[in-house]
């Protein structure tokens, strides 16, 4: 029997066996995701603005894949858990929602990145999606689509509060509110909603993030009384993103837009850690091992020699490379050289007779693996090629020396967020507790494949 550091899948049936026999066979790691991690998650942040009676409503931002969860599990989960709103940066992600089922009656969708010039606005109208209109071209281009279908567009006007990114300038303000107003009046676009994005997770401890989130929030509500005041007033503001939702509730609004907290995962590994918050990481990436092997000392592992063995060991392929989406910049070095310094690479959980050990990316990561250099000789350890190990999962405390993205985040000198997002859909997405989580009708929606 094989090593196993994951923990063990709660299949909901043989056929749900079957298919991570079958998911094995067709790659050799896989991403797990808990649909009741999920729907829980979005339940504490239901909670956190109220619950279902609040006027404050909570969209589940499934942009990107779901941060790389997969689209419409993940949105489907966060139904389940009480969000009444998904969003989308990109648009045809909003119009995939609709189209695998999630109709107009079932919740709002907002989208907000395009290019004005050529944005299916009539497919997005047409669908009942909100838009967001934050430059004066994408407004006329917004119009000009409503126009044409006959049916008014619901707009979310982007005010820039401060992020420096998308939305209306308090200066450019004026020749917005002029168009909209004159829009409104002529039935071709709806005034929906006023919004804006903060720049800095809320860090407590960091004066200077606390001060420019509070200006932030004041420019906020000054462009809302420009709106007022124009004879447009917004009906639905919304501000807060994860961060916020979990402990700014003076900014709630109507509608806050969770991201990283539906996934399990604080904005910032500084806030604490994902259970301080009462969430829970839903996604464990799993491998299996190739190639294991005995090598001698002073042997150089992987491009570049970066690492030397410093005793006679083995080592353990893990079938997953910086075309998986695992950073190369969570390579591993021992010794200093024309291009690197020694630091430890990503984690990886590995079962061992002794019990679980984490060991470290030994070298370059490379396209499609990289090497575990595991400190001692494999038949000892009793780890061989097939065993399962774990890159990151939900954490469960010290003692069970496990991984989680934010560990990969920090070896890879970056932020969970961009750990899932990079990874590949070349790795199966398979799902846990999904009859458990979705009516049957939702559950159907899901490629049989991928249900556990
Ligand atoms: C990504 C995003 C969010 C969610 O942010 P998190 O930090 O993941 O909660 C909210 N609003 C907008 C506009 C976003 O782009």
Redesign the pocket.
């Known amino acids: 029997m094989s090593m196993n550091a994951a923990p063990d899948i709660d299949f909901s049936s043989e056929q749900g066996k079957a298919n991570y026999e079958a998911a094995r066979r067709q790659y050799p790691a896989q991403a797990i995701v808990d649909l009741r991690a999920l729907r829980d998650n979005m339940r504490h942040l239901v909670d956190m603005v109220g619950g279902s009676d609040s006027p404050t409503a909570v969209m589940g931002?499934v942009?990107a894949d779901a941060?790389g969860h997969g689209l419409l599990p993940a949105a489907l989960a966060a139904l389940a858990g009480g969000a009444t709103w998904l969003?989308t940066?990109q648009s045809h992600e909003a119009l995939l929602l609709r189209r695998l089922g999630i109709g107009a009656d079932r919740c709002r969708i907002l989208t907000?990145v395009y290019n004005g010039t050529a944005a299916p606005f009539d497919e997005l109208i047409d669908n009942d999606i909100d838009v967001s209109v934050g430059s004066l071209p994408g407004i006329d281009a917004v119009a000009a689509a409503a126009r044409e279908l006959g049916k008014p567009a619901r707009v979310h006007v982007k005010v820039d509060s401060g992020f420096g990114r998308n939305g209306f300038t308090p200066e450019g303000f004026e020749a917005a509110l002029a168009k909209l107003v004159a829009l409104g009046k002529e039935g071709t676009i709806e005034i929906v909603g006023q919004w804006s994005?903060l720049a800095v997770?809320d860090s407590p401890d960091v004066p200077e993030f606390v001060a420019s989130t509070q200006r932030q929030i004041d420019n906020f509500n000054e462009f809302t009384k420009r709106m007022e005041q124009a004879g447009i007033p917004p009906k639905i503001r919304h501000l807060a993103?994860?961060?916020a939702?979990l402990d700014r509730p003076e900014i709630h609004f109507d509608l806050t837009?969770?991201?990283?907290?539906l996934y399990g995962y604080e904005?910032d590994p500084a806030m604490g850690t994902p259970s301080k918050y009462g969430l829970k990481p839903a996604m464990r990436l799993v491998a299996q091992l190739g190639t294991v092997k005995g090598v001698e000392v002073g042997h150089g592992i992987s491009y570049g020699r970066t690492y030397l063995t410093e005793e006679g060991t083995s080592t353990a392929i893990v079938p997953l490379g910086y075309a998986d989406g695992i950073h190369r910049s969570a390579s591993g070095f021992n010794i200093d050289g024309a291009k690197h310094v020694s630091k430890p690479g990503g984690p990886v959980r590995v079962m061992t007779k002794q019990g679980p050990k984490v060991f470290h990316v030994s070298g370059r990561v490379c396209m499609d693996q990289f090497i575990l250099d595991l400190h001692g000789s494999a038949a000892e350890l009793g780890v061989a090629e097939g065993d399962t190990v774990l890159l990151f999962g939900p954490g469960r405390g010290e003692e069970f020396g496990e991984p989680t993205a934010d560990d990969w985040a920090r070896a890879a000198g970056t932020i969970s967020?961009e750990v899932f997002t990079c990874l590949r859909n070349r790795i199966p997405r398979l799902y846990e507790h999904a009859p458990e989580v979705l009516d049957a009708s939702d559950l159907a929606k899901l490629d049989p494949a991928s249900v556990l």
């Open positions: 931002v942009k941060y969003g940066a907000w994005h997770a993103n994860t961060a939702t837009r969770p991201g990283i907290g904005p967020y």
